[in-house]
């Protein structure tokens, strides 16, 4: 069963800053793409960032381009979202999934519980 468990959330004023952990675990588990969504209410879910295993290829919505940065620790099974420069639009519920297939939206089928992030102005 893979399990993936989003931390680091909360509450900071805007220009701050934030850094999200996912710890991912499953005894067969081996994503070959992982990435963090978000969802504002009633906004559309959005894909920010996306980190392919192959070479760490990564690739980020326009929306948060230049101020987030997604990496990953192999060894430690973790995923990171660095946030800087955060502005009230990024306050949304931040959560982190993983593909085994590509990195296409759809290839998706695990994610974690989610972690909320807000930034006040």
């Known amino acids: 069963q893979v399990q993936l468990v989003e931390s680091g959330g909360g509450s900071v004023q805007s220009g701050g800053s934030l850094r999200l952990s996912c710890s991912t675990s499953g005894d067969t588990y081996r994503p070959n793409c992982m990435a963090w969504f978000r969802q504002a209410p009633g906004k559309e879910r959005e894909r920010i960032a996306y980190i392919a295993s192959f070479r760490g290829v990564t690739d980020y919505a326009d929306s948060v381009k230049g101020r987030f940065t997604i990496s990953r620790d192999n060894a430690q099974n973790m995923m990171f979202l660095q946030m800087n420069s955060l502005k009230p639009e990024d306050t949304a519920a931040y959560s982190c999934?993983?593909?085994?297939?590509?990195?296409?939206?759809?290839?998706?089928?695990?994610w974690g519980q989610g972690t909320q992030v807000t930034v006040s102005s």
């Open positions: 999934e993983a593909s085994t297939a590509g990195c296409h939206r759809s290839d998706f089928s695990y």
